[in-house]
């Protein structure tokens, strides 16, 4: 049904036009990058420098809160489609790891829809949403490292990578946050592509991933910043559920000092290095920031020299975020802003409201509508997103009464989702943190759990935005929970989520 939606509206796309013609969008995604690692953001570490980054902030609009996915593939699926993972029909995971797989028929994506209605479309980076990496389908241009494809080269996050040149595999060293970042300067300035058509961009970095690498002119630049330990690395956590002892990355050593627990990593991070002190952690991440933000710099600069920066509208997030430290956790995937938040920047200079903050939650599906609002392209098949238009034209007052939902299902999507809570319901868990629907209404976040026996979670952002205090539990918020529970089920309902009828019973009541 969706394959013939998808084509049906292919002669009727357009896109609209501004004074200065039809707007390019140019996204650049990062991976693995908490909010926490920009220094535009207040929540920012000590030593946190990104003058480029922040430069961007000061052009557009800053958003508090956004919420892009639990971890890599469902991240990238959700912003290919426009939909949470429980409506993304067919994506899997096959093979070895990280081979995933999906069926184009059944799970097209957004970027088909921008070449068919007139744009070149262009992808330099990385890529993990199925071994179909989409070159001629999705993508006029191409050069990707295919994680999935290559599974022996897929801890290749900084060199030595298995590209593909529109097509064609080439084995290329160098470090790859800089060779992506030339790659796409050239494509900015021309070069690849014609010049009488917009143009999408999607530029993934795979920085800041685990083996978290810094380019060697970086190396040591924050090892003298001062280090904060966060309040609940060890614990103990009281009234947060018990998973959280089965996911601790951190301990104290002989001498007293917070470091890495050795075993348990799953996604090859700098987990395994030997004795990896805390703050050695958080200076090498900071290091390997800096390569990217040099990186933002250089595509900014590139829009200005060709021209086309007032006619770009450029947005600038992270896959999901990564705890480092907070709850215990070295890792993302957990319903918490360390684990899931991630940095959200969008900008237009001429066209968006410059140096603004908005603090109304949004996630990876209300991307897909504004980019599809923005560039009049309709999308045939339903999206989960709303168009944030409204909220980049008035960041700080516009009328915009949606709470913001989020989910993790592990490495399943759309039917298999409920076929595994029906079938097992223990199973819903993905590297010990189980499935979860979250709601983040402004002020509270409210967390439901989808493997049976785990309690529910509510949290006051404002008193508490280090998520501390599960106030679930507290009878005074009773009227709250009550009401962030209903908003919940209602955006289940409004997604078509056919695991609502399969929630397991609410452990706390």
Same mark, same amino acid.
């Given at each position: 049904?969706?394959?013939?939606?998808?084509?049906?509206?292919?002669?009727?796309?357009?896109?609209?036009?501004?004074?200065?013609?039809?707007?390019?969008?140019?996204?650049?995604?990062?991976?693995?990058?908490?909010?926490?690692?920009?220094?535009?953001?207040?929540?920012?570490?000590?030593?946190?420098?990104?003058?480029?980054?922040?430069?961007?902030?000061?052009?557009?609009?800053?958003?508090?809160?956004?919420?892009?996915?639990?971890?890599?593939?469902?991240?990238?699926?959700?912003?290919?489609?426009?939909?949470?993972?429980?409506?993304?029909?067919?994506?899997?995971?096959?093979?070895?790891?990280?081979?995933?797989?999906?069926?184009?028929?059944?799970?097209?994506?957004?970027?088909?829809?921008? /070449?068919?209605? *007139? &744009?070149? $479309?262009?992808?330099?980076?990385? !890529?993990?949403?199925?071994?179909?990496? =989409?070159?001629? @389908?999705?993508?006029?241009?191409?050069?990707?490292?295919?994680?999935?494809?290559?599974?022996?080269?897929?801890?290749?996050?900084?060199?030595?990578?298995?590209?593909?040149?529109?097509?064609?595999?080439? /084995?290329?060293? *160098? &470090?790859? $946050?800089?060779?992506?970042?030339? !790659?796409?300067?050239?494509?900015?300035? =021309?070069?690849? @592509?014609?010049?009488?058509?917009?143009?999408?961009?999607?530029?993934?970095?795979?920085?800041?991933?685990?083996?978290?690498?810094?380019?060697?002119?970086?190396?040591?630049?924050?090892?003298?910043?001062?280090?904060?330990?966060?309040?609940?690395?060890?614990?103990?956590?009281?009234?947060?559920?018990?998973?959280?002892?089965?996911?601790?990355?951190?301990?104290?050593?002989?001498?007293?000092?917070?470091?890495?627990?050795?075993?348990?990593?799953?996604?090859?991070?700098?987990?395994?290095?030997?004795?990896?002190?805390?703050?050695?952690?958080?200076?090498?991440?900071?290091?390997?920031?800096?390569?990217?933000?040099?990186?933002?710099?250089?595509?900014?600069?590139?829009?200005?020299?060709?021209?086309?920066?007032?006619?770009?509208?450029?947005?600038?997030?992270?896959?999901?975020?990564?705890?480092?430290?907070?709850?215990?956790?070295?890792?993302?995937?957990?319903?918490?802003?360390?684990?899931?938040?991630?940095?959200?920047?969008?900008?237009?200079?001429?066209?968006?409201?410059?140096?603004?903050?908005?603090?109304?939650?949004?996630?990876?599906?209300?991307?897909?509508?504004?980019?599809?609002?923005?560039?009049?392209?309709?999308?045939?098949?339903?999206?989960?997103?709303?168009?944030?238009?409204?909220?980049?034209?008035?960041?700080?007052?516009?009328?915009?009464?949606?709470?913001?939902?989020?989910?993790?299902?592990?490495?399943?999507?759309?039917?298999?989702?409920?076929?595994?809570?029906?079938?097992?319901?223990?199973?819903?868990?993905?590297?010990?943190?189980?499935?979860?629907?979250?709601?983040?209404?402004?002020?509270?976040?409210?967390?439901?759990?989808?493997?049976?026996?785990?309690?529910?979670?509510?949290?006051?952002?404002?008193?508490?935005?280090?998520?501390?205090?599960?106030?679930?539990?507290?009878?005074?918020?009773?009227?709250?929970?009550?009401?962030?529970?209903?908003?919940?089920?209602?955006?289940?309902?409004?997604?078509?989520?056919?695991?609502?009828?399969?929630?397991?019973?609410?452990?706390?009541?």
């Amino acid at each position: 049904m969706l394959r013939a939606a998808f084509f049906l509206f292919f002669g009727a796309l357009t896109h609209s036009l501004t004074a200065a013609g039809p707007q390019n969008i140019l996204f650049i995604l990062s991976d693995d990058q908490s909010y926490k690692t920009l220094s535009s953001y207040p929540e920012a570490l000590a030593g946190v420098h990104t003058p480029a980054i922040d430069a961007l902030a000061k052009t557009g609009v800053r958003f508090s809160h956004a919420y892009m996915g639990a971890w890599c593939m469902p991240a990238r699926a959700s912003l290919l489609t426009g939909r949470h993972p429980h409506g993304i029909q067919s994506m899997r995971m096959e093979g070895k790891y990280p081979a995933s797989e999906y069926d184009p028929e059944k799970c097209p994506f957004f970027p088909a829809l921008l /070449r068919a209605g *007139g &744009y070149h $479309t262009a992808h330099i980076g990385k !890529w993990h949403t199925g071994t179909d990496s =989409g070159f001629g @389908r999705d993508w006029d241009y191409q050069i990707v490292w295919n994680r999935p494809k290559h599974p022996d080269n897929s801890g290749a996050y900084y060199g030595d990578q298995i590209l593909a040149f529109n097509g064609v595999e080439k /084995r290329i060293s *160098g &470090y790859s $946050t800089d060779n992506y970042t030339e !790659w796409a300067c050239d494509y900015i300035a =021309g070069k690849n @592509r014609p010049a009488d058509k917009p143009w999408y961009l999607w530029l993934c970095y795979g920085a800041i991933h685990g083996p978290t690498t810094p380019a060697d002119r970086h190396l040591g630049r924050h090892k003298k910043d001062h280090v904060a330990i966060p309040a609940d690395i060890l614990g103990p956590r009281p009234g947060k559920p018990d998973y959280l002892n089965e996911t601790q990355s951190w301990k104290k050593d002989a001498k007293g000092q917070i470091v890495a627990i050795k075993s348990g990593e799953s996604f090859g991070d700098v987990a395994n290095q030997k004795s990896l002190r805390y703050a050695d952690y958080i200076h090498q991440v900071n290091d390997c920031v800096a390569a990217l933000d040099e990186g933002v710099a250089k595509v900014m600069q590139a829009l200005k020299d060709s021209g086309q920066l007032e006619n770009t509208l450029v947005i600038f997030t992270a896959d999901q975020g990564f705890a480092m430290g907070e709850h215990g956790f070295r890792t993302k995937l957990a319903p918490y802003d360390a684990n899931y938040r991630s940095p959200l920047i969008i900008a237009q200079p001429g066209t968006l409201p410059e140096g603004k903050i908005c603090q109304r939650p949004v996630n990876a599906t209300d991307l897909v509508a504004t980019i599809s609002a923005v560039s009049g392209v309709k999308v045939p098949w339903r999206l989960h997103g709303r168009n944030l238009t409204p909220l980049l034209k008035n960041p700080e007052h516009a009328e915009w009464p949606f709470p913001c939902f989020f989910e993790a299902t592990g490495d399943h999507y759309g039917s298999d989702v409920s076929r595994v809570m029906r079938s097992d319901p223990r199973k819903a868990v993905h590297h010990h943190v189980p499935w979860f629907a979250a709601l983040n209404d402004g002020r509270y976040k409210y967390i439901r759990y989808l493997q049976p026996g785990v309690p529910e979670e509510l949290y006051d952002l404002h008193a508490d935005p280090e998520e501390l205090t599960n106030l679930a539990q507290d009878t005074k918020q009773r009227q709250t929970l009550d009401r962030l529970r209903n908003s919940a089920l209602e955006e289940l309902h409004r997604t078509e989520a056919d695991y609502i009828g399969e929630l397991p019973k609410l452990a706390n009541d």
